[in-house]
């Protein structure tokens, strides 16, 4: 069983930073890829960034730039660094894990995180 605990949202002002952390319990982490997903009120959940066992990276276009995802397999741990922030990148954030890259596409796994809200205003 995977466990995944999202940490590091909060409220910030646009143009401010946040770093979201994700730990998971559970040796399947480090053997896969993971990703951070969003999904603002009304909206559907989007792929914000993910990364592979290797360090294959896809990010949205939205976000390209601005945030870096980044992984720590000792730690069991995918972080999610947000740059200049802006009101449009409000959201829960959600992490997943045991996905696979095909094609350059990230395929999602089972597991998801219970979510994180970002909040950007002033």
């Known amino acids: 069983q995977v466990q995944l605990v999202e940490s590091g949202g909060g409220l910030v002002q646009p143009g401010g930073s946040l770093r979201l952390s994700c730990a998971a319990c559970?040796?399947?982490?480090?053997?896969?890829?993971i990703a951070w997903y969003r999904q603002a009120p009304g909206e559907q959940r989007e792929l914000v960034a993910a990364i592979g066992r290797f360090g294959s990276i896809n990010y949205a276009d939205s976000v390209k730039g601005r945030f870096t995802i980044s992984r720590d397999n000792a730690k069991n741990t995918v972080y999610l660094q947000m740059n200049k922030l802006k009101p449009e990148d409000t959201a829960v954030y959600y992490c997943?894990?045991?996905?696979?890259?095909?094609?350059?596409?990230?395929?999602?796994?089972?597991?998801w995180g219970q979510g994180t809200q970002v909040t950007v205003s002033s």
């Open positions: 559970g040796s399947i982490f480090s053997r896969n890829a």
């Open positions: 997943n894990a045991d996905g696979v890259f095909r094609s350059g596409s990230y395929y999602p796994g089972d597991y």
